[in-house]
C-alpha cells in the first residue's frame, strides 16, 4: 500500500501540473496584455502631449515676435517723446531768452 499511495501522489503531481503550468501561462498572458494596454495608453498620451507642445511652441513663438515688436515700438516711442520734449525746451528756450 505504501508503494502505491506513492505512486497515487506522484500521479496527483503530475495531473496538477499541466492545470498550474495553464494557469502560469494564463497569469502571463495576463500581465503581458496589461503592460500592452499601458503601453498604448502612454504612447497615446505622448502624441496627445506632443501635439499640445507643438501647439505651446507656436504660442511661444508668436509672443516672441509680440515681445520683440513691442521692445521696438516702445523704443520708437520714447524716441518720439525725447525729441518732443527736446523741441519744448528749445522753444521754452528761444521764447523765453530771445524776446525781442
Do not use: C
Not at 47 to 56: D, N, T
Not at 68 to 93: D, G, Q
Request: proline letters at 1%; charged letters at 30%.
Amino acid at each position: 500500500m505504501i508503494g502505491s499511495s506513492k505512486g497515487w501522489l506522484q500521479t496527483r503531481e503530475v495531473i496538477k501540473q499541466p492545470t498550474s503550468l495553464k494557469e502560469a501561462r494564463d497569469r502571463t498572458n495576463q500581465v503581458i496584455n496589461e503592460k500592452k494596454r499601458k503601453l498604448e495608453e502612454y504612447e497615446a498620451l505622448m502624441v496627445v502631449l506632443q501635439v499640445r507642445m507643438a501647439v505651446y511652441q507656436e504660442k511661444l513663438a508668436m509672443l516672441q515676435e509680440n515681445v520683440n515688436l513691442t521692445k521696438k515700438e516702445l523704443h520708437a516711442a520714447e524716441r518720439i517723446k525725447e525729441t518732443i520734449s527736446n523741441a519744448k525746451a528749445k522753444v521754452i528756450y528761444y521764447t523765453t531768452f530771445n524776446i525781442k
